[in-house]
């Protein structure tokens, strides 16, 4: 009787999962899975050869809508100063974090882009703050809220209300390395189930060692027939791989110091409704590259930026050896 319900409780689990994809846990940001170390801003005054080349990164919070509880964002090390961040000299750099909602603040098409132009700061200003060199935040956290998460706008192909975070360097040239949190508490860091986040480029850190991998997980709809995939400013730091359910590793090309590069991708149709695995691999040969900031975005054949989910949808793609076969990969 016991061994029954345990399988009946595995079934029920692998059933959940099925019909709900989207709504799998994803609380911190970056999420475990994708073994970011931190996002990565830089003041406007910085060299774009550091690794930022647009001083601002907009991320998209996403919770069920059947959720209406207050929900709370915790920043971690939300200055720039100290022990985490990236100085150019003196610190000198101001950083500014401003998290919207109301109507447009996800369907406005400027908000959905690769730059800070246009209305990308559309939809209602909920909270602000700007943080320069601040020992109270240093390898510590802040937070924002409490919000009631449909303050933010409903957002019917998610099912679910979204908010929206931008971090900006209004001031200086140092790096700013930080992370973010979901909570539903203004004292502790608590998962809500069910809550996401997402964005359409990535501003990150990489690992210094050789044997960490990062991940970012692009999700490819069933309209998507290709993908260009843009790195900036890898630094030749190794080997920027594409994993999928029907492709078992296929290389991308890899920026240069402060340039851009595209490499296009012709999606296979056992690809479509799935995530991506795009896969960040040092080199393991000296120099050692270190402190090594990078940025990516993936448009579709339309020009349409895809989603980052921190949790991908469908979970990690692993790949299938009887489906990649036929293609040749």
């Known amino acids: 009787m016991i061994r029954e319900l345990y ?11 099925l019909v709900l994809p989207f709504w799998i846990e994803a609380q911190p940001v970056p999420n475990i899975e994708e073994n970011i170390p931190y996002l990565m801003t830089f003041g406007p005054q910085a060299e774009t050869s550091w690794g930022d080349d647009d001083y601002s990164q907009t991320f998209f919070l996403l919770f069920p809508k059947e959720y209406d509880k207050p929900v709370f964002i915790w920043v971690f090390d939300p200055d720039v100063g100290g022990k985490v961040d990236e100085i150019a000299g003196d610190w000198n750099t101001r950083v500014t974090y401003s998290i919207y909602g109301g109507k ?9 882009g690769t730059d800070p132009v246009g ?4 939809g209602s200003l909920l909270a602000t703050k700007s943080f320069g060199e601040d020992p109270r935040y240093d390898n510590n956290w802040y937070v924002f809220g409490p919000f009631n998460p449909t303050e933010g706008e409903f957002v ?3 099912e679910g ?10 001031s200086g040239d140092d790096g700013n390395m930080y992370r973010y949190f979901i909570s539903n508490s203004p004292t502790s860091r608590v998962s809500i189930e069910g809550a996401n986040a997402f964005a359409y480029e990535y501003s990150f ?8 991998v990062s991940h970012i997980y692009p999700y490819v709809d069933d309209q998507t027939i290709s993908v260009r995939l843009s790195n900036f400013d890898w630094d030749s730091d190794g080997f920027i791989r594409i994993v999928s359910v029907a492709r078992k590793g296929q290389l991308s090309r890899v920026s240069t110091e402060d340039n851009w590069i595209e490499t296009e991708f012709k999606m296979y149709e056992e690809e479509k409704n799935t995530s991506l695995d795009i896969q ?14 990078v940025v990516i975005y993936v448009k579709n ?22 489906i990649g076969v036929k293609q040749k990969i």
């Open 119 to 122: 209305n990308y700061k559309s």
């Open 301 to 322: 054949q339309y020009g349409r930026n895809l989603e980052f989910f921190t949790s991908p949808i469908g979970g990690v793609p692993k790949y299938k050896y009887s």
């Open 156 to 158: 019917e192909k998610y």
């Open 205 to 212: 850190r990489m690992h210094d060692e050789a044997e960490q």
């Open 280 to 293: 960040f691999i040092k080199k393991k040969s000296l120099p050692i590259i270190r402190n090594n900031n």
């Open 161 to 170: 209300n979204v908010l929206k975070i931008i971090s900006e360097g209004i």
């Open 7 to 17: 399988f009946m409780k595995l079934r029920y689990l692998f059933f959940s999962l």
């Open 104 to 112: 447009a603040c996800w369907s406005d098409e400027d908000a959905q």
